[in-house]
């Protein structure tokens, strides 16, 4: 048992769930920046830029994330590809499409044919973090809109009234009191993040789930030590349990952020906080 | 038989020379890892099986730099076509409507029956519901038959239908399925088998001739002095050259 455990397709899923963590806590922070910057952009007094968060906002949203995955970092790929291949070979004729094809030269490739494969497989693992964070920060941008038109008006007009300029309006009395309101959206969204992982693999990038799937696929005795019926079961049914503590955990936490971001603000929880501490 | 030492000897050459831009340049060889005894994962989750074999043998005799990479059978191609890796050797059968899109060399095994596993002999072949992986020759033959299709992303969930009774039979290759059918009491294989496609061959981009050829020459070599067949041998496929 013990040495089945510790197969190296084992160790795989055990590295793996690393790497989902280290993709959680990666792409998280990165996502609220997109989300922030989103939010703010969409609320902002210059028209352009208004309207390019107010499209960020409401593109991203409406496609669907399968197609966002496939479509967009193919696309993305090959982008970064074509500028390469104009600046590192500029004498190179032949087309780039090619039918179906896609060719670029040797010294364009992304990564480079010859790197290793734990390079290729950090450019994948790069790639997901960039995608997740464009389509969590357009939910996130939203989110963090509506929290900022939900923070009372008399606050804002106060804080002109002291004769405070719009930026010191905004970083001083606008921010520190939209996250109230914005934790409960935000909460979800890192409910739905964390089970949105398996996407991984649309990128390259072996999740969990792929492992847990291979490794609990029927195994016959030819082509293993350890042959097994379909024990795929056992191992989803580890990944839920795995899935719900990490839930579990997350609750907790957002529930402790919740009750230190309630202090003192002019909302039902904080005016309950008060009087329980009289 | 001198001639054909001295064709893939220019062959080769002419090769190298075309081949200047890619000097150094490893190939990266792609494969699914879930369809034994064609390519799976072992217990160190490392790509074996008689694709693994054949491809380390062949980079060999072409002189080339090879590593090894897993992609979903149902991205296969466009992952190919996109440039993330060079070469599909999954199992893959020549058919003409691949050959539209990605290139193949020639085959490296012989047309393998396609067979029927199934719960009960008297299992509807004709008209009950059959069980494929998507995007394979046996899901083609299904469709095209009266029966109904059930298509899945992997060969594992196709046994998995069969198992349950979401389906009443799969249809695959006849070696995925031997050991299957040995190995569970509860399946067994049909009398009846299909012959589909026109062997496995490596698939490649269209606009990447040059590997083609090398690749061409190498699986050539590996017919003329058995080294094939005894691979073929080894991991149970039916078909000698």
């Known amino acids: 048992m013990a040495c089945y455990l510790t197969t190296g397709k084992h160790m795989s899923i055990y590295t793996s769930v690393l790497t989902v963590l280290l993709l959680l806590g990666i792409t998280a922070p990165i996502a609220l920046a997109f989300g922030f910057g989103g939010a703010t952009a969409a609320r902002s007094q210059i028209t352009p830029l208004r309207w390019f968060g107010k499209t960020y906002i409401a593109l991203v949203r409406g496609v669907p994330d399968i197609a966002f995955f496939l479509f967009f970092v193919i696309a993305l790929d090959q982008a970064v590809e074509y500028l390469r291949h104009k600046v590192l070979c500029p004498g190179w004729e032949a087309p780039i499409r090619q039918g179906n094809d896609f060719v670029v030269c040797q010294a364009a490739k992304m990564p480079l044919g010859n790197a290793p494969q734990w390079v290729h497989e950090s450019y994948g693992f790069g790639l997901a973090v960039l995608t997740f964070a464009i389509v969590f920060g357009a939910f996130a941008a939203n989110v963090l809109f509506g929290a900022m038109r939900a923070v009372p008006r008399a606050q804002l007009e106060t804080a002109e009234a002291y004769g405070m300029s719009q930026r010191q309006t905004f970083w001083r009395v606008l921010v520190p009191q939209m996250w109230v309101y914005a934790l409960p959206g935000l909460s979800n969204l890192w409910m739905v993040l964390i089970k949105a992982t398996p996407l991984l693999f649309l990128l390259g990038v072996e999740d969990i789930v792929y492992w847990a799937r291979e490794l609990g696929g029927t195994k016959t005795p030819r082509f293993t030590d350890y042959p097994h019926g379909d024990w795929r079961m056992w191992y989803f049914l580890a990944l839920l349990v795995f899935y719900l503590l990490f839930t579990r955990v997350s609750e907790i936490v957002m529930a402790r952020i919740m009750s230190r971001l309630t202090h003192g603000q002019a909302t039902a929880g904080g005016e309950a906080q008060r009087k329980a501490a009289a | ?241």
């Open chain 2, 1 to 241: 038989m001198k001639n054909l030492i001295l064709t893939t000897a220019v062959l080769a050459l002419s090769a190298g020379m075309v081949m200047a831009d890619g000097h150094g340049k490893t190939i990266r060889l792609g494969t699914e890892g879930a369809y034994p005894p064609y390519n799976f994962l072992n217990d160190a989750g490392e790509v074996a099986g008689f694709e693994r074999d054949l491809g380390d043998e062949l980079c060999k005799r072409a002189e080339l730099t090879c590593e090894w990479v897993t992609n979903e059978w149902d991205s296969i191609i466009p992952n190919l076509v996109s440039g993330n890796y060079d070469v599909i050797i999954a199992g893959m059968s020549i058919t003409d409507e691949r050959d539209e899109v990605i290139d193949f060399t020639q085959n490296y095994t012989l047309p393998d029956p396609s067979a029927y596993i199934a719960t009960s002999e008297d299992a509807d072949l004709k008209g009950g519901v059959l069980a494929a992986q998507t995007n394979t020759i046996q899901a083609a033959f299904i469709a095209e038959s009266g029966a109904t299709l059930v298509e899945f992303a992997t060969p594992e969930e196709t046994i998995a239908a069969v198992k349950n009774g979401e389906a009443d039979a799969v249809l695959a290759d006849k070696a995925f399925l031997t050991p299957i059918a040995e190995s569970d009491a509860d399946l067994i294989m049909l009398e009846q088998e299909e012959l589909l496609g026109g062997g496995i061959g490596l698939g490649l981009r269209e606009s990447d001739g040059e590997l083609k050829e090398k690749f061409n020459a190498a699986i050539a070599t590996m017919k003329e002095d058995g080294s094939l067949n005894e691979l073929l041998t080894k991991w149970e496929i039916s078909g000698q050259f």
